[in-house]
């Protein structure tokens, strides 16, 4: 079993920052690719971020610029490092990760909580 446990969600002026983290423990193998999604409320789930095994990474075009995603393999934790922070930038930020429990396994898809993220104008 597996857990994704999300930190550094809060509220922050415009203009402000944060940084997320997320710590995979369980029976773990390897991790492949981490992400960072938001849903805002009536909005679906968007990728903000992902970052690959090997540490190449991708951005959603609203926040390139102003977000970086990086991670720590011997940690098992994925950051997100949110600067410059808009109102529109308000969601719940949630992480998943490609995770394999044995050698030759196939990978499974797993989320985090979530944590919440309030911008304020």
């Known amino acids: 079993q597996v857990q994704l446990v999300e930190s550094g969600g809060g509220l922050v002026q415009a203009g402000g920052s944060l940084r997320l983290s997320c710590a995979a423990s369980g029976n773990i193998f390897s991790i492949g690719g981490m992400g960072w999604y938001r849903q805002a409320p009536g909005k679906q789930r968007e990728l903000v971020a992902a970052i690959t095994s090997g540490s190449s990474t991708n951005y959603a075009d609203s926040v390139k610029g102003r977000f970086t995603i990086s991670r720590d393999n011997a940690k098992n934790t994925v950051y997100l490092q949110m600067n410059s922070l808009k109102p529109e930038d308000t969601a719940v930020y949630y992480c998943?990760?490609?995770?394999?429990?044995?050698?030759?396994?196939?990978?499974?898809?797993?989320w985090g909580q979530g944590t919440q993220v309030t911008v304020s104008s």
């Open positions: 998943n990760a490609g995770i394999q429990f044995m050698p030759l396994q196939p990978s499974g898809d797993y």
